[in-house]
């Protein structure tokens, strides 16, 4: 147990819907990261938080958000679903921003969309 | 172009056989790691590496800058070993790049 929990594990949805998956880091870390693994593109970092600010922009789509909230938890929000949005979504936390620092991945949420 | 190559992409050992998994990225670099999957889908980091070599357990795990390469080793594999493994590496910006994956069987 990494100590990241993400909820829900399982979404199955239609296209055109709006989804929030959200994360709640390790006690103690500040910073989360999100990412996609679907069977045709694998993992993709998407974008990551430090203590309430986006810190970097990976291949996240403009249909996609995600905030961080002031107890650190963080939420994905994705809308206008696609069927090719159907994927695995893993958070990731971390103690802070340095490269030093390791990632612990929650289980993740498996998004279906159809 | 994939920013991060892997090979082999499927391997199948006996128990007990030495396991190299290599990497090759082609970005400027601040860390690279090496993954775990389960075919649960549950995600563990094993290394993060940014020059040399480290080692846990029956795991090693070394990066050669200059050559852009890294290597996963895996001594006295063991069943338990099976799982994909993806390299993953993080550029100065920030940007993370993901490997396609090495999905390891290791049959006792």
Not at chain 1, 25 to 38: A, T
């Amino acid at each position: 147990d990494s100590g990241v929990t993400q909820t829900p594990k399982h979404l199955i949805t239609a296209t055109g819907q709006r989804v929030t998956l959200r994360c709640s880091p390790r006690s103690g870390d500040l910073s989360v990261y999100w990412y996609q693994q679907s069977l045709d593109q694998g993992l993709q970092f998407l974008i990551q938080y430090y203590n309430g600010e986006e810190r970097a922009k990976g291949n996240i789509l403009e249909r996609f958000s995600a905030q961080q909230f002031p107890d650190l938890h963080s939420e994905l929000n994705l809308s206008s679903l696609e069927l090719g949005d159907s994927a695995l979504y893993f958070c990731a936390s971390s103690l802070t921003v340095g490269v030093t620092y390791e990632q612990y991945f929650g289980p993740g949420t498996r998004l279906t969309v159809t | 172009k994939n920013e991060v190559e892997q090979s082999p992409q499927n391997l199948t050992a006996q128990e007990g056989e030495f396991i190299t998994i290599n990497c090759s990225y082609s970005v400027g670099i601040s860390a690279l790691h090496w993954l775990q999957q389960h075919p649960g889908g549950g995600i563990v980091s094993l290394f993060m590496l940014s020059s040399g070599k480290k080692k846990h357990g029956r795991l090693i795990a070394t990066i050669n800058i200059q050559e852009k390469h890294s290597s996963l080793h895996i001594t006295a594999s063991h069943p338990r070993d099976s799982a994909v493994y993806i390299c993953a590496v993080r550029s100065p910006g920030n940007q993370f790049y993901f490997g396609t994956g090495t999905s390891l069987t290791v049959i006792p």
